[in-house]
T-cell receptor
């Protein structure tokens, strides 16, 4: 099985950098994904790491270390619109997906 | 427009009254999935389908049924709803293979209340 842990909330000011960690326990998986969800909305895909290392997509970057069972999402140059919940997710070889409980990011002026 | 649609968006029902939430995608995706979202618990997978006529249980399948008779549709059936199934439900789909397999497209959600 697999379980994912992430912090429940992170607060930061506009322009700052925020790192959301995701630690997991699993016997095997295909990759780590990240999703963003604004209040009242549907989750939207942000990033995916199949291999160890850093993936950069604009202001957002994601990192995976399989040896440490750990990944993170890095939000740079924070903007007010980045206030949302962020979820990490793992998919196993059978197609089953598991999400973390989510991290609420609060951006203050 | 490429999208995942769900109906109804809001539903209030009573215990024991069978209901179906429909999900449809127009992107020719093979993988489809249902999730429920409850405060503090994130998204929990109910059922998923790798392709037509292939369905598997997620983490919380009890009290739910699904079917996948055609690629575009993946309805969620609650045969005898109970109050603990009050939740926000999301349907999602993703294309087959590689990195894109991990990019799920979510529907707008269905808020279900069971009295």
């Amino acid at each position: 099985g697999q379980s994912l842990e992430q912090p429940s909330e992170v607060t930061a000011v506009e322009g700052a950098i925020v790192q959301i960690n995701c630690t997991y326990q699993t016997s095997g998986f295909y990759g780590l994904s990240w999703y963003q969800q604004h209040d009242g909305g549907a989750p939207t895909f942000l990033s995916y790491n199949a291999l160890d290392g850093l993936e950069e997509t604009g202001r957002f970057s994601s990192f995976l270390s399989r040896s440490d069972s750990y990944g993170y999402l890095l939000l740079q140059e924070l903007q007010m619109k980045d206030s949302a919940s962020y979820f990490c997710a793992l998919r196993d070889s059978w197609g089953k997906l598991q999400f973390g409980a989510g991290t609420q990011v609060v951006v203050t002026p | 427009e490429a999208q995942v649609t769900q109906n109804p968006r809001y539903l209030i029902t009573v215990t024991g009254k069978k209901l179906t939430v429909t999900c449809s995608q127009n992107m020719n995706h093979e993988y489809m999935s249902w999730y429920r979202q409850d405060p503090g618990l994130g998204l929990r997978q109910i059922y998923y389908s790798m392709n037509v006529e292939v369905t598997d249980k997620g983490d919380v399948p009890e009290g739910y049924k699904v079917s996948r008779k055609e690629k575009r549709n993946f309805p969620l059936i609650l045969e005898s709803p109970s109050p603990n199934q009050t939740s926000l439900y999301f349907c999602a789909s993703s294309p087959p293979g590689g990195q894109t397999y991990n990019e799920q497209f979510f529907g707008p959600g269905t808020r279900l209340t069971v009295l």
